[in-house]
């Protein structure tokens, strides 16, 4: 399924329009997903890092009151950080720093794939190129493009409080080692 799904972004001229497709269609059998271990397991075995990122998008996006309108970029990642609430509740005993745990996890995923997307697609100036476009820019050996971010160091550490203190809260203090480790790792 995974190696279909990767096949089928970029067998169109235009990966980033076929992985909205095909992520509007997938994302509501993963809202049904019951286990987080099913979740996960869908996820992180994802072979396209492009339909990856857009499926984590819409689920952030879903988990907000106002959806950002942006288009994803770091700014739009802490927006999630900053409005996103806890994702998904169908496992009536799992305890809520599960949940948070979860969150993290996703959040790191998002991040590390928009980071894949962005050096694997920084040839062309939008996702908008096709697969065989990217790799004569790459035999050319064009420099890549350096993606442009208004993001300070201060912003993120300013916005990595603010979700902490949201977080302690909610949990109280000290947190769960998984927390504090995925805390870390996302900083």
Same mark, same amino acid.
């Given at each position: 399924?995974? &190696?279909?799904?990767?096949? +089928?972004?970029?067998?169109?001229?235009? =990966?980033?329009? /076929?992985?909205? !497709?095909? +992520?509007?269609?997938?994302?509501? *059998?993963?809202l049904n997903i019951p286990l987080r271990s099913q979740r996960e397991a869908l996820l992180n075995t994802m072979e396209s890092h492009l339909l990856r990122c857009r499926l984590l998008e819409l689920l952030f996006q879903h988990s907000c009151d106002v959806p950002s309108t942006s288009s994803?970029?770091?700014?739009?990642? #802490?927006? *999630?950080?900053?409005?996103? /609430?806890?994702?998904?509740?169908?496992?009536?005993?799992? +305890?809520?720093? %599960? &949940?948070?745990?979860?969150?993290? %996890?996703? @959040?790191?995923l998002l991040l590390m794939s928009y980071q894949s997307v962005i050096l694997a697609f920084s040839f062309a100036e939008h996702l908008w190129s096709s697969l065989s476009? &990217?790799?004569? #820019?790459?035999?050319? !050996? +064009? !420099? =890549?493009?350096? %993606?442009? /971010?208004?993001? /300070?160091?201060?912003?993120?550490? #300013?916005?990595?409080?603010?979700?902490?203190? &949201?977080? %302690?809260?909610? @949990?109280g203090q000290p947190f769960p080692p998984p927390i504090q480790e995925k805390l870390f790792m996302l900083q």
């Amino acid at each position: 399924l995974q &190696r279909m799904l990767s096949i +089928a972004v970029e067998v169109d001229r235009s =990966p980033t329009c /076929s992985s909205r !497709k095909i +992520a509007d269609e997938i994302f509501p *059998f993963i809202l049904n997903i019951p286990l987080r271990s099913q979740r996960e397991a869908l996820l992180n075995t994802m072979e396209s890092h492009l339909l990856r990122c857009r499926l984590l998008e819409l689920l952030f996006q879903h988990s907000c009151d106002v959806p950002s309108t942006s288009s994803m970029c770091l700014d739009k990642i #802490l927006y *999630f950080l900053s409005h996103c /609430s806890v994702l998904l509740h169908f496992e009536d005993e799992t +305890a809520t720093w %599960q &949940r948070w745990d979860e969150m993290l %996890q996703y @959040l790191s995923l998002l991040l590390m794939s928009y980071q894949s997307v962005i050096l694997a697609f920084s040839f062309a100036e939008h996702l908008w190129s096709s697969l065989s476009d &990217r790799m004569d #820019l790459m035999v050319q !050996k +064009a !420099k =890549p493009r350096h %993606q442009e /971010s208004d993001i /300070s160091p201060l912003d993120i550490q #300013l916005k990595m409080e603010d979700f902490t203190g &949201r977080m %302690q809260g909610v @949990l109280g203090q000290p947190f769960p080692p998984p927390i504090q480790e995925k805390l870390f790792m996302l900083q």
